[in-house]
């Protein structure tokens, strides 16, 4: 185990979420051809490389000549950290931050089999190559200097999670209720229709007698009373709707979105078609 002051690890919790970060902006702009900022945070970090990074030090660094034992300790740690951190965020947020569900040998789609691997090799090389001069730094960075910056560091790191966590929250809370809203409204109108189809079918294979007749204009006109009583719902899921819209139009949030392509926005769409469906038969027309 290495011996480091708690002040030291968050020195090397930082440079590997630092590095971290800079490994996953390189990815994607060989991938995608552009920088995407790829962090969990706004800022310069990956948070999830950092506890990586101090966890596979703690462990291994003392074995760092034993290549392969140092290999095997890391895939199962780093696999591990994966796996709890995919399904922490998947309980948390309801959404998969990203997805393995199409690599051969993964686990619910947190881990994979080839990315196991190469977490593997790549600390081989961090604890053999890249942890020694770091380990030089951080012994000599001076204790008050090393104070100054977890202070500064911590301070934008909780600045940053609220701001991102609280974003995420709710956008999530507003995608609950507009879905709530218009499933409920999806489901109304399907029994006006088939009420209405109903009424339309019994009235061709019956004739157009008078009495009949009157009788379907009151059913009618029932239907249309207890639509119009939707209005209130309907001017509930068109604030909720636009308040949706509005939080994804916020930077924190297109740049989540960038980041994780796995994440969805379930039933916007079908949102946006309802009311706009509503608003053609004149159900909304006072909205606004």
């Not at 790829?38 to 660094?61: E, H, K, M, S």
């Not at 009157?214 to 006109?221: C, H, L, M, R």
Request: hydrophobic share 45%.
């Amino acid at each position: 185990m290495v011996d480091y002051t708690w002040l030291q690890w968050f020195l090397v919790f930082l440079i590997y979420a630092i590095i971290g970060w800079c490994v996953e902006v390189s990815y994607a702009a060989l991938k995608d051809g552009k920088f995407v900022n790829r962090g969990f945070l706004n800022g310069p970090v990956c948070p999830i490389y950092g506890f990586g990074g101090a966890i596979v030090i703690g462990c291994l660094y003392a074995i760092r000549a034993q290549f392969v034992l140092v290999f095997f300790g890391a895939v199962v740690l780093t696999t591990v950290l994966e796996f709890l951190t995919g399904f922490a965020l998947d309980k948390i947020f309801h959404e998969h931050w990203w997805d393995y569900s199409k690599e051969h040998f993964n686990i619910k789609g947190y881990v994979c089999l080839r990315f196991s691997i190469l977490w593997g090799l790549s600390c081989v090389m961090v604890v053999d190559v890249v942890h020694p001069p770091i380990d030089k730094f951080v012994l000599w960075v001076p204790e008050n200097i090393q104070f100054w910056i977890f202070s500064v560091v911590a301070t934008l790191f909780a600045v940053d999670m609220f701001v991102t966590v609280s974003t995420i929250v709710e956008w999530k809370r507003s995608i609950r209720i507009a879905n709530s809203i218009a499933k409920t409204l999806h489901s109304f109108s399907d029994e006006v229709g088939d009420s209405i189809a109903e009424t339309v079918l019994k009235t061709i294979t019956k004739g157009t007698e008078m009495k009949e007749a009157v009788e379907q204009i009151e059913k009618y006109q029932e239907v249309c009373g207890e639509l119009s009583e939707k209005k209130q719902e309907l001017e509930k899921l068109y604030h909720h709707a636009a308040r949706l819209r509005k939080i994804q139009n916020t930077i924190w949030l297109r740049r989540i979105k960038k980041a994780f392509p796995s994440i969805t926005v379930p039933g916007v769409d079908d949102v946006k078609a309802r009311i706009t469906g509503f608003r053609k038969k004149g159900i909304h027309e006072d909205a606004e």
